[in-house]
Structure formats: C-alpha cells, structure tokens
C-alpha cells in the first residue's frame, strides 16, 4: 500500500527510512556491514548486487552478473542511447550532462525488454507449477494482441556473440550447482515454442538471456532497466568522451541533406487575395 511521505512522516515514520545505509560521524554502515570491510574485498557487481538485495554473490555468481554487464555495454552509435549521448556531447553541455542524456533515452522499448522477460520468465515458472501448458498460453496471449515476446528477434544480429557467450558462461555455473538453469530452461521453451508457432528459427536475444540470467540470481525484474543504465552507462560515458574530444560542434540527428527530413504539413496557400 503507497503511503504519502506526510502521512508517514506524521504517524511516527523518519522522513527517510531505509534498510540500506546507516551513516553515522565516522561510521558508514551497509546493509549491517562496515564500509571499510567491504572496500577491497567486493567488486563492484557484488556491491551492486548487495546493495540492491542485502545478500551476497558467490565470485561465480558475481562473474556471471558481470559478464551480462559487459555484454550490455555497447551498441554504437546505431543505438539511440549512445546516439543521444554523443549528440548531446556536441552541443556545449557538461559532461555528465551528455551522460544523462544517453541514459536518459533507456526507456521500456530502448532498454526495457529485460524487464519485461524477466516479469514472464517469473511469472512463467510460478504457472508451470500447475499448469504444463503456461509457455503456450503466455505465447497466445502475446500473438492475441499482436505483441512480440520480450528477448527475443533482432533487428540486425540473426546470431548474437553477446548470447552464446553468456550461455556457455551460464552453463558452467549449472554444471557446478551456481545456479538451477530453471529460468534458462524456460527460455529455451519460449525459443522453441515461439520457433514452431513462426514456422523458422526465432533467436533469443542479449536481453532475454541477460533476464534468464538476473532471474537465476533472483535480482528483481523491477531492478532491470536501473542496471541496465549501470552497464550501457558504460559505454555512454565511452562514446560521450570520445565525442566530446573530437571537437565537433551541433551535430544533428541526421546531416542537412533535404531529403532525409520530410515536411508533410499543409502547404503554404499562394497566389490567395491579401486581406
Ligand atoms: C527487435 C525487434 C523489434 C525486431 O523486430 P523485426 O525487425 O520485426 O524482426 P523481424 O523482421 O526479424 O521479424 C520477422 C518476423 O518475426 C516476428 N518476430 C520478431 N520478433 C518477435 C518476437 N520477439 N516475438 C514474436 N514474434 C517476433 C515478427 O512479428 C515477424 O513475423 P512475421 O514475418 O510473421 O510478420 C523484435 O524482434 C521485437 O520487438 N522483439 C521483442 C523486444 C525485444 O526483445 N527487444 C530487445 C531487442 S535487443
């Protein structure tokens, strides 16, 4: 149930509660652990991952979580966000404002589909427990409303590199009991079960094995596009950088080439009486 912050505020809450941080004089306490205990010895995705749900990641589990960090990283300027960043970058804003910019363009299409396969694979695996048929009934539900299933088809890949890498590394971590496979298991469900509905080969894509893969470690579907911005933050802050030195100046969305802008408005009236 929402509360407003007033209302909590004057039935005896804090104005900020939080299960996070304690930050005292000369003493900063995360989830019940001394700062100073956790500099040196977590990475960053540990941190990360401890932060956001207050337990810890085994170093497999912490490498694998890094790895669909890695391979979010980059699209080049063919993806908005690093398109919007490097833009922006040329237009005399501070750094991190070009950064935002590109962070800013994350969206539930740009970005978002990690979400919403993780919310089905949850959903999914929570169905199958009484109900066999839970893949094809989330398929006709999707094909009912001519939607798409999230994690999977590309515009450009038809044979990713980002996603048989992170499925070879997911799969030592089954075989070494790091992770079930479950929500892998259920992927590849949905590929063969979307692939035999289209009549041909429909590929899961980086985000729908980076979902399967968060949802092993049991990091919140809601979570997703917040880490998302964390590992394709990288690589805006790259090709910001980069723009930025370059020296360029108001760099559009397009060259001024007439034809690659399209007026479609009503035209101008001529040869009409001036009144
Ligand atoms: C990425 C995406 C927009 C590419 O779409 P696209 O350019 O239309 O892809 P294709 O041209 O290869 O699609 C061809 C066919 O496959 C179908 N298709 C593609 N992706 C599909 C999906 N995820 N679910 C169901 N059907 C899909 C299309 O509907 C089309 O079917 P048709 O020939 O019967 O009309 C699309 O695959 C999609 O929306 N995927 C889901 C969202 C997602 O995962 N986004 C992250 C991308 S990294």
């Known amino acids: ?61 912490a490498k694998l979580f890094e790895s669909v960090l890695v391979a979010g990283s980059d699209h080049g300027p063919r993806a908005p966000s690093i398109a919007a960043a490097r833009m922006a970058a040329t237009c005399g804003v501070s750094f991190n404002s070009a950064v935002a910019t590109g962070v800013n363009m994350l969206g539930d299409v740009h970005g978002g589909a990690v979400e919403e396969a993780m ?29 798409k299933l999230p994690g999977f088809g590309h515009q450009l890949h ?7 890498r992170l499925y070879e590394l997911s799969e030592e971590l089954i075989a070494s009991g790091e992770i079930s496979g479950t929500y892998l298991e259920i992927l590849a469900s949905y590929r063969d079960r979307l692939s035999e509905r289209k009549g041909r080969n429909m590929t899961i894509n980086v985000d729908g094995i980076s979902a399967a893969i968060q949802c092993e470690l049991e990091i919140p ?9 964390l ?16 020296g360029v100046r108001i ?22 009486e001036e009144s």
């Not at 995705?45 to 990641?57: D, I, N, P, R, S």
């Not at 999914?124 to 006709?140: F, G, P, Q, S």
Request: net charge negative.
């Open 1 to 61: 149930m929402s509360r407003s912050a007033l209302e909590a505020y004057s039935t005896g809450g804090a104005w900020w509660e939080t299960e996070i941080s304690h930050i005292k004089k000369n003493e900063i306490i995360i989830r019940g652990e001394r700062v100073e205990d956790l500099i040196g010895n977590v990475s960053y995705t540990q941190m990360l991952f401890f932060l956001l749900c207050g337990k810890h990641l085994t170093e497999a589990q």
């Open 119 to 147: 919310s089905i694979l949850y959903k999914t695996k929570e169905n199958l427990a009484n109900h066999e048929n839970a893949v094809d009934d989330k398929l006709t539900e999707i094909f009912n409303r001519k939607g």
């Open 158 to 164: 038809d044979d990713d590199p980002r996603v048989s």
């Open 221 to 229: 579907a809601e979570a997703a596009k917040g880490i998302f911005a």
């Open 231 to 246: 590992s394709r933050g990288m690589g805006i802050v790259a090709h910001a950088y980069e723009e930025l030195m370059s």
């Open 251 to 272: 760099k559009g969305p397009c060259p001024n080439e007439e034809h690659l802008v399209r007026y479609t408005g009503v035209q101008k009236q001529t040869g009409g």
